[in-house]
């Protein structure tokens, strides 16, 4: 790949050709970013808001991202539909779909955003971003990893790195690293998006035991503005991660994402299928 | 109100009525929750609810839900659409929207849930009740309110009370109360849903300010079954919310929500708009 004219292997994966149908687009699941069964979730609840992103109505700016996994995507072509079902005076409110191959195939992905024009207000930032070493003084995950969209971020851990022998003997579930995409790319609304999914499964980290898991809901909620996410340019943002409860079958996964410069750019919580 | 015969208010507000067309359904909105322009949220979120709840094709029970309040329901009646988009063999996937007066009129609040059927599997609260007083040994809020649908629960704060003046001295943004339905009710998912909802603006407690602020929207993950939530009867629940983050415009506020014998039964995040 020849970085000044090459295109991204992120704009490649969520890339939306408009249809000649409102609100319709066409788009293809990324080999680059697959995961075990499908496309890594990320991608997909990317994918979603890089619909209305680029749909010609959009008011405003992401606010908030419901993504629900309702199947794997499969290789190939899918439909995106992207619909703003009320328009207010400074809120917006869509309903998104992804179906494979069509529109009317079977439904593969669900999803709402709110958009918003955002105000200068009173503001605080009241979750610091933790105290820890700079990206330059932690180690670089090296190995290439077989599950292939892992090797398209760059992941520095900090705390709670996934375990290095299954033996059950797990105990908490934060994890706490500096990531951003690989190779850098400059930071968007899709990348957020897709890096609020970044974290392993909770409950591998928790019991140290890698029963089959896959997430079923996860909800972002954007903090910043696109000035602020363009002010980050390709740096990394700290993502920390934890469970607060695992009960028959489903466990949830809280996580904020703050920029190099401590800044909560989104926070996400997440709603986890998993076995045994 | 004659408790034996009576219909609860809560029941009353979330009824309806399956209209001839599939998945449609027709209910009215109550003055008992009335807030300040609409309403009650918590009970718009049950109402998405109660429509999949009472759907003859549904499968298992919530593990999700995402409302988005695009507008204020207004006085008379409302048209629910609950569509299952995907069903699998244990996860059901769902989009609801309310509309008013009919189907084809503006839509005033999207949703999605998921529903599944729940295994006994490996589990580990890992959010323990905070320790706390007995809802016995705390004051309940006695006066009557002049936003109707507060009068509806029986409130007993522990933490992070309303401001008593609003002085712009406010530092934290964290509550705790003892809450539960007032008549009592006992539990289950669109009273759960309800009650994710009934903290008041975190951005009022954080400032001591009274801002104009309204969820946008709200995401709810349950940890129980109907059997747990059927064990808790009409018992308190514990709530506990704060925020991350305020930043232009919105904030964003986590719950809990334990049952009195400690068992975490739903967590919520939610995004709210705020003014100045």
Redesign the interface.
């Known amino acids: 790949m020849t970085e000044d004219t090459a295109i991204h292997p992120f704009d490649s994966a969520i890339a939306l050709t408009s249809l000649e149908t409102p609100h319709h687009y066409r788009g293809s699941s990324s080999p680059a970013y697959w995961n075990m069964v499908g496309p890594f979730g990320g991608t997909s609840a990317a994918t979603a808001l890089q619909a209305v992103m680029q749909h010609p109505e959009r008011l405003g700016e992401p606010?908030?991202l419901?993504v629900?996994y309702?199947?794997a995507l499969g290789e190939g072509p899918f439909t995106v539909e992207a619909r703003p079902?009320?328009t207010?005076r400074s809120?917006q409110?869509w309903?998104v779909?992804i179906s494979q191959p069509e529109s009317d195939g079977?439904?593969?992905t669900?999803?709402?955003v709110?958009t918003?024009v955002?105000?200068?207000?009173?503001?605080?930032?009241?979750?610091p971003m933790p105290a820890v070493k700079p990206p330059a003084d932690t180690i670089r995950l090296g190995h290439k990893f077989e599950v292939e969209w892992v090797n398209r971020y760059e992941m520095r851990p900090l705390a709670g790195l996934i375990p290095e022998a299954w033996d059950g003997g797990g105990e908490g579930?934060e994890s706490r690293l500096w990531v951003r995409d690989n190779p850098p790319r400059p930071l968007d609304f899709p990348s957020l998006a897709a890096l609020a999914d970044v974290f392993f499964p909770r409950v591998w980290l928790?019991?140290a035991t890698r029963v089959p898991a896959g997430t079923?809901?996860m909800?972002v909620?954007f903090?910043?503005?696109s000035q602020q996410l363009t002010g980050c340019g390709s740096g990394y943002l700290l993502g920390q991660a934890?469970?607060?409860?695992?009960?028959?079958?489903?466990f949830?996964q809280?996580a904020?994402l703050w920029s190099e410069s401590g800044n909560?750019l989104a926070?996400s919580?997440q709603?986890v299928?998993?076995?045994?």
Chains 1, 2 share one sequence.
Not at 118 to 127: G, N
Not at 273 to 276: F, G, H, L, P, T
């Open positions: 606010i908030a419901t629900n309702a199947s079902v009320r207010n809120t409110h309903i779909t079977p439904v593969v669900t999803a709402t709110v918003a955002r105000r200068e207000t009173w503001s605080s930032h009241d979750t579930s928790r019991r079923v809901s909800t909620h903090h910043a503005d934890r469970a607060q409860n695992f009960c028959n079958g489903f949830d809280t904020q909560l926070t919580s709603i299928y998993y076995k045994e």
